[in-house]
C-alpha cells in the first residue's frame, strides 16, 4: 500500500506510471489527477480517492488490467469521457453518499438526476436496457465493453455523444418509439437517415450505406468495421 504525504494536491502527469503498487490511497487535499497518472499499472487492485477530488480528466486512468472496481467520492462533480480509458476488469462503479452529481445504478454510472448514462463498467458482461428516461449517452459511456451483447436504447434518448458504443461487439437496437434515433442490422442512424451514428463491430460482410446519408458521425474513424465491403447505396434510402 502506498499514500502519498500529507500537503500533496496534485497527483501529475504519468506520476504513477508503470507502478506495481497494489493499493494506493490519495490523501485528503488532492484536488486534480494528470493525464495518465495512473498508467499501465499492472497489479493495482485499489485506488482509494479523496473527498477534496472534484474531477477526473480523460484517461487519468489508462489500462489498469486488474482493477476491479471504482468508488467515487462525495466531492466528485466532473466525471470525463474515457477516465478509466481500457480498465477491462471494472465491474461495476459505486457513489459515495452525499454526491450530488452522480449515481449508480446496478454499477453503472448515471448523473444525479439518472437523465444522462455516463459510464458503463467496462467488465459487463450479458445484454443491457438503457433505463427508460435517460435523454443522454455520454461520450464513450459503453467504449469498450465488449463483454455485452445486446444494448437497447429507449424513446428517452435525444443525444448520443462521439464513441458512446465504440468498440462494442453487442447488438444495437434503438425503441422503434425514438423520434430522434432509429436502428437498422446493428447500425443506429438519426431518425431522418441523414447521419450514421454508430455500427457495431458485430457487423460482417458487406454494408450499404443508405443514400440519404449525408454525414458520417465524426467517431467513424475510431469505429473498426469487420464489413468486407462498404458501399453508398445509389437505392432510395
Given amino acids: 500500500d502506498y499514500t502519498p504525504p500529507a500537503g500533496v494536491t496534485t497527483i501529475g502527469y504519468g506520476a504513477f506510471a508503470a507502478s506495481n503498487l497494489t493499493r494506493i490511497t490519495l490523501p485528503e487535499g488532492v484536488t486534480s489527477l ?3 497518472a495512473f498508467f499501465r499499472c499492472p497489479n493495482l487492485i485499489a485506488v482509494n480517492l479523496p473527498l ?6 480523460s484517461q487519468s486512468f489508462y489500462e489498469l488490467p486488474v482493477l476491479p472496481g471504482v ?4 466531492g466528485l462533480a466532473v466525471f470525463e469521457p474515457d477516465a ?3 480498465c477491462g476488469a471494472i465491474t461495476a462503479y459505486t457513489v459515495a453518499a452525499g454526491n450530488t452529481s452522480f449515481t449508480a445504478v446496478d ?8 437523465t444522462a448514462l455516463v459510464q458503463a463498467p467496462a467488465a459487463r458482461t450479458g445484454s443491457y436496457v438503457i433505463p427508460a428516461g435517460v435523454t443522454r449517452v455520454e461520450p464513450s459511456a459503453f467504449r469498450g465493453c465488449r463483454g455485452l451483447t445486446a444494448i ?7 443525444t448520443i455523444g462521439v464513441l458512446s458504443f465504440g468498440n462494442v461487439i453487442a447488438a444495437l437496437t434503438v425503441d422503434p418509439a425514438n423520434p430522434f ?3 437498422a442490422e446493428d447500425v443506429i442512424y438519426t431518425r431522418d437517415k441523414t447521419q ?3 455500427v457495431s463491430q458485430r457487423r460482417t460482410g458487406a454494408l450499404v450505406i443508405p443514400s440519404g446519408v449525408t454525414v458520417l458521425r465524426p467517431d467513424r474513424k475510431s469505429t473498426r468495421l469487420n464489413s468486407s465491403h462498404v458501399a453508398l447505396s445509389r437505392m432510395p434510402s
Fill in 34 to 36: 494528470g493525464m495518465y
Fill in 181 to 183: 434515433f432509429c436502428s
Fill in 71 to 74: 468508488h467515487l467520492p462525495a
Fill in 84 to 86: 478509466f480509458f481500457g
Fill in 196 to 198: 450514421l451514428v454508430q
Fill in 152 to 158: 437497447s436504447i429507449p424513446a428517452s434518448v435525444d
Fill in 52 to 57: 477534496t477530488l472534484t474531477r477526473l480528466p
Fill in 107 to 114: 454499477g453503472v454510472l448515471f448523473n444525479r438526476t439518472l
